[in-house]
């Protein structure tokens, strides 16, 4: 007799989650509690309720998190500049600890013994989802059926559907070749010739962003300000989290910005092919290094330039909820409190340039910085001694023949 009487499934409604929901009953005897999140996906999710009734879920949850998601995952994360091994701004792993966070939420809400999820053995996914439940609620159970079952193709998932009358879309001809996640910071394409990491992907792939070469030949202009690291208004109109991040997809798409094609480092041990756009976040990171440069302390930006990789890391590999992400996380938020002003920036095919910035919290000082009369701002003849004093390890070392 198994102790699992109640799961709370995180629940697309498609094909691997539905059979999920199946299997679960099946195989535990248990009640199954749906729930589905909007994080921006660019999909309906109220089809998700039909699909759960017309299986006989009593209990469903559908929930719109989109500003929550921006507000407390994608924002904090930009103000650590956070970008992995140098390319991929972790559109899929920021997702992840929200979700984590209301599946036991609701768990515990429902009275339910556990969460099951539809991520596969060999990914990321399954690690993010779990260490985030672990670390909210450490009591809870996990069910990862691709970990466990033996439905492992399309084929034999379609089966089990026809065996189980479950409602499934088969309109294989509308389908997209690639396994694709999205929210509304990203999408990401794996599977099929991206398998191949010498393959180029087909233009049609990209579903966010025309290609840099269709992009108008006229460049866009915008302006975002900014409040303590995050954006707060675009060309002047203030506008929610969520909507900035709409916003800025828009109009960096339009252009042909955001696309990227990475070969990663799995946590799981393996590397894997990639494609993703990004076109809002790319504009976000390009502007808030532009605001730092402003308003930023010289040692306090390097020392967060030094702490990005390890932070960047921690959001990959699913350690949101882990103490040194929260450490890592109240320096930089207390870094931000001066990173206030405007960025203007040309968007033109594929590029972001950063025409111009100014805040009332500059460091910049351009009596001091002139080429031209400083008025003695600056005495020139100071150069001289911090000069010697940075030379004198090096002359040191090379009078006893070590350099």
């Known amino acids: ?34 729930f589905t999140a909007d994080i921006g996906q660019g999909e309906e999710v109220e089809p998700a309720r039909t699909k759960a009734e017309a299986m006989g879920i009593k209990e469903i949850y559908i929930e719109d998190l989109r500003e929550e998601f921006v507000r407390d995952y994608v924002n904090p994360m930009f103000r650590a500049n956070a970008i992995y091994e140098g390319e991929y701004l972790l559109g899929t792993s920021i997702a992840r600890p929200l979700i984590a966070k209301r599946l036991v939420e609701i768990a515990a809400e429902t009275g339910a013994d556990a969460i099951s999820h539809g991520a596969t053995g060999k990914g990321n996914d399954q690690v993010r989802f779990e260490l985030g439940a672990y670390a909210l609620s450490p009591g809870i159970k996990v069910i990862a059926p691709w970990r466990d079952w033996d439905l492992n193709s399309r084929d034999k ?11 499934v879309e088969k309109k294989r001809g ?16 794996e599977g099929d010739v991206l398998e191949d990491p010498g393959a180029e992907p087909e233009d ?57 094609d990475i070969v990663e480092n799995r946590y799981v041990g393996m590397k894997s092919r990639g494609c993703y756009e990004t076109p809002g976040g ?9 605001i730092e440069s402003l ?9 967060k330039d030094d ?9 990959y590999n699913g350690y949101w ?83």
């Open 295 to 303: 308003t930023l302390d010289r040692e306090l930006a390097h020392l």
């Open 1 to 34: 007799m198994s102790d699992i009487n109640k799961v709370v499934l995180a629940y697309s409604g498609g094909l691997d989650t539905s059979v999920i929901a199946k299997w679960l009953t099946q195989t535990y005897g248990c009640e199954v509690v749906t």
């Open 307 to 315: 702490l990005m990789p390890r932070y960047a890391t921690l959001v």
């Open 174 to 189: 509308t389908k997209s070749p690639y396994s694709m996640d999205a929210n509304l910071l990203h999408i990401s394409y």
């Open 157 to 167: 998932l379609l089966a089990y559907c026809a065996a189980n009358d479950i409602p």
């Open 282 to 290: 790319t504009v976000m990171l390009k502007a808030h290094r532009a």
């Open 204 to 260: 049609a792939m990209w579903l966010w962003s025309v290609s840099p070469e269709k992009a108008p030949d006229v460049a866009t202009y915008i302006e975002l300000e900014y409040e303590r690291g995050d954006i707060v208004a675009i060309d002047g109109e203030k506008m929610s989290p969520a909507k900035v991040l709409e916003q800025l997809n828009r109009v960096a798409g339009a252009n042909g910005i955001g696309r990227a």
């Open 321 to 403: 909820f882990a103490p040194e992400r929260y450490a890592l996380q109240a320096m930089i938020d207390e870094s931000q409190k001066f990173v206030n002003g405007r960025v203007r920036l040309k968007l033109y095919k594929g590029n972001v340039i950063v025409v111009g910035r100014d805040s009332e919290n500059s460091l910049f000082d351009e009596d001091i910085a002139t080429f031209e009369e400083d008025a003695g701002a600056y005495n020139q003849g100071d150069a001289e001694g911090f000069i010697k004093l940075n030379a004198l390890r090096l002359r040191i070392a090379a009078l006893k023949g070590r350099l």
